[in-house]
């Protein structure tokens, strides 16, 4: 069974960028929605942002709301998260997600039926 494949993640000074990719490829079913979640030590997995692989239409969690972009490249089935002014709270194991349902809710986990292994994102001065 295909798994979403994370890269990108590091470590980065307060304020600085970075560029997490999302390679999805290979399911029996239509991918609908990609979204990237993240979970920090001892908290739950929080959802960061989606968008809808047909319309291209996307969506932030307040908290990421003008510093994250996710964007598609459609041709090589991948997914971006463009990282910037980061904060030392943004550090957390960042999850790429992938839906096949039709108008998923792209907060909710359940929605979600293939999870990458996650990468590592670390923001530290």
């Known amino acids: 069974q295909a798994h979403p494949v994370e890269s990108g993640g590091g470590s980065v000074q307060p304020g600085g960028s970075l560029r997490l990719s999302c390679v999805f490829s290979?399911?029996?079913?239509?991918?609908?929605?990609m979204g990237w979640f993240r979970q920090a030590p001892g908290k739950q997995r929080e959802v960061v942002a989606g968008?809808?692989?047909?319309?291209?239409?996307?969506n932030y969690a307040a908290s990421v709301k003008g510093r994250f972009t996710i964007s598609q490249d459609n041709a090589k089935n991948t997914v971006y998260l463009q990282m910037d002014t980061l904060k030392p709270e943004d550090s957390a194991i960042y999850y790429c997600?992938?839906?096949?349902?039709?108008?998923?809710?792209?907060?909710?986990?359940?929605?979600?039926?293939?999870w990458g292994q996650g990468t590592q994102v670390t923001v530290s001065s």
């Open positions: 290979g399911y029996a079913y239509r991918i609908s929605y």
């Open positions: 997600a992938a839906s096949t349902l039709s108008g998923p809710k792209w907060y909710d986990r359940s929605q979600y039926m293939y």
């Open positions: 968008i809808d692989i047909g319309e291209g239409s996307t």
